[in-house]
């Protein structure tokens, strides 16, 4: 079973001016060529994603604003209960008086995890309200998914360096944590030498165009691949390239097993 763990997917309606507006704030800042793979929509993204053979998407759903919580949390339960191949975590805004309320009621909805970005959300990762909120997830057995490490549209400084998830798995212990984008987006030289080994889960998305293949192998190998989750993050990233690539790194066949399904099945409950 293939199960990607970081995707996005926005309601039909705003999808496709969301995908405009992140384009054009990346190109504010980054030369790179930046480019949807979907139309934005669940059914694009679950139509890419077969294509590419995976079985399950997850799908990780941002609370920018607290007002926002409602509604993102209510078509996150839709796309649970309509059981189509894509699955979506929950999300909160940890600033919100009522972020730790908001966790309640994921857990008592079913939700297996939660999403949060620091950067998106403007909160340091190891901030008193994010270790709250992890602290209350972790009760539930809940996974949080937090994007590390720089983000391509925003400048520094930033809020998800490898010091603070450090700090953060130092005072959540038993939190199942995933750091996206290989443990800090254009920081594996600090991810190497601070994150690796830690018990922090490690995602795939996005790296495919920015890390060279003996590195992104090294970091695997040394971190272990029980730690290591097939994420694409799209629609920024086909997932097909990103499954082409982890083939590509000459890992251990079983541990490829592992990355592309076994660990997410695992903190999924499936
Ligand atoms: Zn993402």
């Known amino acids: 079973m293939i199960i990607d763990l970081h995707t996005h997917a926005f309601p039909e309606k705003i999808a496709a001016r969301t995908l405009e507006v992140l384009i054009a704030n990346t190109a504010r800042i980054s030369d790179y060529p930046m480019k949807n793979y979907t139309d934005g929509t669940a059914s694009g993204l679950l139509e890419v994603e077969r294509r590419a053979g995976v079985d399950l998407a997850v799908v990780?759903?941002?609370?920018?604003?607290?007002?926002?919580?409602?509604?993102?949390?209510?078509?996150?339960?839709?796309?649970?209960?309509?059981?189509?191949?894509?699955?979506?975590?929950?999300?909160?805004?940890?600033?919100?008086?009522?972020?730790?309320?908001?966790?309640?009621?994921?857990?008592?909805?079913?939700?297996?995890?939660?999403?949060?970005?620091?950067?998106?959300?403007?909160?340091?990762?190891?901030?008193?309200?994010?270790?709250?909120?992890?602290?209350?997830?972790?009760?539930?057995?809940?996974?949080?998914?937090?994007?590390?490490?720089?983000?391509?549209?925003?400048?520094?400084?930033?809020?998800?360096?490898?010091?603070?998830?450090?700090?953060?798995?130092?005072r959540v212990p038993d939190l199942k944590l995933v750091a996206a984008h290989l443990g800090g987006w254009m920081m594996w030289e600090e991810v190497a030498e601070k994150l690796v080994g830690t018990p922090i889960y490690f995602d795939t998305a996005f790296i495919a165009d920015f890390i060279d293949k003996a590195a992104a192998r090294d970091i695997i190998n040394a971190h272990g691949a029980d730690k290591v989750l097939f994420g694409s993050d799209a629609p920024w990233e086909d997932p097909a390239k990103t499954l082409k690539f982890l083939r590509s790194l000459s890992i251990d066949p079983e541990d490829l097993k592992k990355i592309c399904g076994k660990n997410a099945a695992g903190l999924l409950g499936i």
Request: a negative charge; glycine letters at 6%.
């Open 60 to 170: 990780l759903p941002i609370v920018t604003n607290p007002k926002q919580s409602e509604t993102i949390n209510r078509v996150a339960k839709e796309t649970n209960d309509a059981n189509c191949g894509l699955y979506s975590f929950g999300s909160l805004h940890p600033a919100d008086p009522d972020a730790l309320s908001w966790v309640d009621k994921l857990a008592a909805e079913g939700f297996k995890g939660i999403k949060l970005h620091p950067e998106f959300q403007n909160i340091y990762a190891d901030s008193d309200e994010m270790t709250a909120v992890c602290r209350r997830a972790a009760q539930y057995g809940m996974t949080v998914v937090l994007h590390a490490g720089r983000d391509i549209g925003y400048l520094p400084p930033v809020k998800t360096e490898p010091d603070m998830l450090l700090r953060l798995i130092d």
